[in-house]
């Protein structure tokens, strides 16, 4: 399967880690006293969320794993994490206004299924053990995430010739197993500038994060973490 623009670990994989719909869908809900389990400025996880997303969560990892108290501990952890980090792009999008539309999307599905063979699409997702309308969700979401990270990093990183040079070098300047020079695209410039944008834009997600999520107040509802934390 084809993605584009992966910028970290939580984007599109046909295994769905997390199981929430981007800011404006009808089935985010915006709730108040304990019923959330995570709040992110107007953005919200209840408890029902993460218990789905976690049930999906599962599927990805071995059985072992769910299996041991401690190891599901850290399971339950990092998809908490995963989701305070979603919480806070879906905030920053909100800022921007930044959207995905229906119509965003199916462009998106039209796109990824052309990568496969007829029927391909629909075993990887039986394969997975995932439902068309799951995995959907979880596109839009990555889309939204995407335009988020193409705007403030992708659209602003500064490729120079000495970078351009390097990277042909690397990647295109030796010669093949048979001693024949590699072949390359007739766009190959294009194609370069393209990579290391997307390489730069990795590179600084992480400390990106780190400084804008000190402009929004995350809120986690202790008791009914601490109660799904302990539970197996």
């Known amino acids: 399967m084809k993605t584009k623009h992966v910028y970290m670990s939580i984007f599109l994989k046909l295994t769905v880690l997390i199981y929430l719909c981007a800011p ?3 089935d985010l809900k915006k709730v108040d006293g ?8 107007d953005e919200v996880v209840t408890v029902l969320d993460y218990n789905t997303a976690l049930e999906i969560a599962k599927t990805a990892y071995p059985h072992n794993v769910i299996q041991d108290p401690e190891a599901f501990k850290d399971v339950k952890l990092r998809l908490l994490n995963q989701m305070i980090e979603e919480l806070i792009l879906f905030a920053k999008a909100r800022e921007l206004n930044i959207v ?15 990568d496969y063979p007829e029927g391909g699409f629909e075993d990887a997702l039986l394969e997975n053990a995932v439902s068309y309308n799951t995995w959907k969700k979880r596109l839009k979401v990555n889309l939204l995430m995407q335009r988020v990270i193409t705007e403030e990093l992708e659209d ?4 120079t010739t000495e970078d351009i040079a390097a990277y042909y070098q690397k990647h295109y300047g030796s010669k093949a197993a048979g001693g024949e020079p590699i072949d390359e695209p007739e766009n190959i410039t294009e194609i ?14 992480k400390p990106w994060l780190k400084k804008i999520q000190k402009d929004y107040t995350i809120e986690i509802n202790k008791e009914l973490w601490q109660k799904i934390f302990i539970e197996q």
């Open 34 to 41: 304990d019923l959330y389990l995570i709040r992110v400025g």
């Open 156 to 159: 602003k990183v500064k490729i």
């Open 100 to 114: 995905v539309t229906d119509e965003d999307v199916e462009a998106a599905v039209a796109g990824i299924k052309k």
């Open 192 to 205: 370069i500038i393209k990579n290391l944008r997307r390489q730069k834009a990795e590179e600084a997600y």
């Open 24 to 26: 404006g869908c009808s």
